[in-house]
C-alpha cells in the first residue's frame, strides 16, 4: 500500500506520517524540501525551477525504491501546487505536470486541513497568506483531478486513530 499525506506546511503531516508508520510498522518517506534546504537550495515562496525539479526527481527515486508498504509526507502532486505560486514560466509548469501525471500513483491520500499556526522550525514560511494559498490550490487541485481523499482533523491522537482505522478497513476489504 501506497499512502501519500497532504496538506500545506505546517499543518502536522510529519508527526502524524511517522506515528502511523509506527503504527502499522510501514515504512516512511520523509518530506525530501528538509534536504533540499540542508543542501542550501531556494524553498518556499521563492522557490525557483531547479529547485523543484530537484525535489521532484527525489521524491520519483524515494517512491520507486522503498519497499511497500510505506507512507510518505507530502505527494508528487505538491510539486504542481507550489510551483504555481513561484515558477511563472507556464512551460516549465507543464512539463512538472506531466511528469507528476505519470508518477503519481497512491493507494490512499490524507488530507490535513490548517488547525493551528505555522510551528517556527526555522525551515517553513511562517508566511499564514503563503501556507493559505498552498491548501487552497492544493484542494482545488485534488477536486479538478479527481482524486479521492480522506480529511483528518483534530489533535494528532485522533487524526492517526482515524487513518490507521481507514487503512485497517481498506486492507481488510
Request: aromatic share 10%; net charge positive.
Amino acid at each position: 500500500m501506497k499512502i501519500a499525506v497532504v496538506g500545506a506546511h505546517g499543518t502536522g503531516k510529519t508527526t502524524v506520517c511517522r506515528e502511523i508508520a509506527k503504527k502499522l510498522k510501514y515504512n516512511y518517506i520523509p518530506d525530501i524540501v528538509a534536504e533540499a534546504f540542508r543542501l542550501k537550495f531556494t524553498i518556499n515562496e521563492e522557490t525557483p525551477p531547479e529547485s523543484q525539479f530537484w525535489i521532484l526527481s527525489k521524491q520519483i527515486e524515494l517512491e520507486r525504491n522503498t519497499p511497500s508498504p510505506w507512507i510518505m509526507e507530502k505527494s508528487l502532486w505538491d510539486n504542481v501546487v507550489y510551483g504555481s505560486f513561484s515558477i511563472k514560466d507556464k512551460e516549465v509548469l507543464s512539463v512538472i505536470q506531466k511528469i507528476v501525471d505519470a508518477n503519481a500513483k497512491y493507494d490512499l491520500v490524507f488530507y490535513l486541513p490548517i488547525e493551528f499556526p505555522i510551528p517556527d522550525d526555522g525551515l517553513r514560511s511562517l508566511n499564514a497568506d503563503f501556507q493559505k494559498f498552498v491548501d487552497g490550490k492544493l484542494l482545488e487541485y485534488l477536486k479538478s483531478h479527481a482524486i479521492k481523499y480522506h480529511t483528518l482533523t483534530g489533535d494528532n491522537d485522533k487524526r492517526v486513530n482515524s487513518a490507521v482505522k481507514i487503512i485497517r478497513k481498506l486492507k481488510s476489504s
